[in-house]
């Protein structure tokens, strides 16, 4: 019986590797004080499970970062201690998309390293230049790069074929990109990250939400993803967190936001 059991285990290490950290990020559109108390409470719940938070849309004013230390105070009454960055607003010379980013993480698995910056390099080139944060999990060091492109109708890919030269840049740091890229996975302009070992979490699978349901189907566009070096990971998971289900009218979910998270669940290689 012994023996069997300890066939058992062993077949679970070699085939199910250990977890070792999840990453959620969600456009959270205009993140500020617009978002009620009883919104950052759902939110918080959505997102507790989670090692890394991503937040894309936080708004620069109209209480951007209050919304952000209301939401890690509310996770922080969910059972763990999280910890937060802010980023300063990002340099768009157009006023209107003008915005920050914020990463929030659990400390009792994830210790920052050094300070999270905004990237200047290409912040003449990109308006909402992506937002970086170093954090170390299990003695191994990763690099979040959250990022919110142009919409769709003003050519987010006149941005993002930017970020081939960010593995460069950093050459010593294991990137991850992701966030709100207002463009699929499947479009060239993503063609040289994936020559460079990169591949996206998922593939076709939408992550904006429709004005109303068409039957079943809620979601309108394949724009948020991960992208990662596929010789640094196992993943162990990745998809969507449907969270507009809890709601009969699609309208009341879109007062939440108008895309869903998606998530990452890795283990390392």
Same mark, same amino acid.
């Given at each position: 019986?012994?023996?069997?059991?300890?066939?058992?285990?062993?077949?679970?290490?070699?085939?199910? /590797?250990?977890?070792?950290?999840?990453?959620?990020?969600?456009?959270?559109?205009?993140?500020?004080?617009?978002?009620?108390?009883? !919104?950052?409470?759902?939110? *918080?719940?959505?997102?507790?499970?989670?090692? %890394?938070?991503?937040?894309?849309? %936080?708004?620069?004013?109209?209480?951007?970062?209050?919304?952000?230390?209301?939401?890690?105070?509310?996770?922080?009454?969910?059972?763990?201690?999280?910890? $937060?960055?802010?980023?300063?607003?990002?340099?768009?010379?157009?006023?209107?998309?003008?915005?920050?980013?914020?990463?929030?993480?659990?400390?009792?698995?994830?210790?920052?390293?050094?300070?999270?910056?905004?990237?200047?390099? =290409?912040?003449? +080139?990109? *308006?909402?230049?992506? $937002?970086?944060?170093? @954090?170390?999990? +299990?003695?191994?060091?990763? !690099?979040?790069?959250?990022?919110? *492109?142009?919409?769709?109708?003003?050519? /987010?890919? !006149?941005?993002?074929? =930017?970020?081939?030269? &960010?593995?460069?840049? $950093?050459? !010593?740091?294991? &990137?991850?990109?992701?966030?709100?890229?207002?463009?699929?996975?499947?479009?060239?302009?993503?063609? /040289?990250?994936?020559?460079?070992? =990169?591949?996206?979490?998922?593939?076709?699978?939408?992550?904006? @939400?429709?004005?109303?349901?068409?039957?079943?189907?809620?979601?309108?566009?394949?724009?948020?993803?991960? =992208?990662?070096?596929?010789?640094?990971?196992? %993943? &162990?998971?990745?998809?969507?967190?449907?969270?507009?289900?809890?709601?009969?009218?699609?309208?009341?979910?879109?007062?939440?936001?108008?895309?869903? /998270?998606?998530?990452?669940?890795?283990?390392?290689?």
């Amino acid at each position: 019986m012994l023996k069997r059991f300890v066939i058992i285990f062993v077949f679970i290490v070699l085939v199910y /590797p250990c977890y070792a950290l999840s990453i959620c990020s969600w456009n959270l559109e205009n993140f500020g004080k617009s978002k009620s108390a009883s !919104t950052i409470e759902f939110v *918080a719940n959505t997102l507790k499970n989670y090692d %890394v938070i991503a937040v894309v849309e %936080v708004v620069a004013g109209n209480g951007g970062a209050q919304a952000v230390a209301a939401l890690v105070d509310a996770l922080n009454r969910k059972g763990a201690k999280w910890d $937060y960055s802010i980023s300063n607003p990002t340099s768009s010379a157009n006023k209107y998309e003008i915005e920050r980013y914020a990463f929030i993480w659990k400390t009792s698995k994830l210790k920052k390293i050094g300070d999270a910056w905004l990237e200047k390099k =290409y912040s003449s +080139e990109i *308006a909402r230049e992506p $937002y970086f944060i170093t @954090l170390e999990n +299990e003695k191994k060091q990763f !690099t979040v790069c959250a990022f919110h *492109a142009l919409p769709k109708n003003k050519q /987010p890919e !006149t941005e993002i074929k =930017y970020f081939k030269f &960010l593995p460069a840049e $950093y050459p !010593t740091l294991n &990137l991850i990109f992701c966030g709100d890229f207002n463009c699929p996975q499947s479009h060239s302009v993503f063609s /040289p990250l994936k020559s460079m070992g =990169y591949a996206s979490a998922m593939v076709g699978q939408k992550t904006s @939400l429709k004005q109303k349901c068409v039957g079943d189907q809620c979601l309108a566009s394949e724009y948020d993803n991960f =992208y990662f070096k596929k010789d640094r990971y196992n %993943v &162990l998971r990745a998809g969507i967190i449907a969270f507009y289900k809890s709601f009969s009218d699609l309208k009341e979910a879109r007062k939440i936001s108008d895309h869903v /998270p998606i998530f990452l669940e890795v283990s390392w290689k």
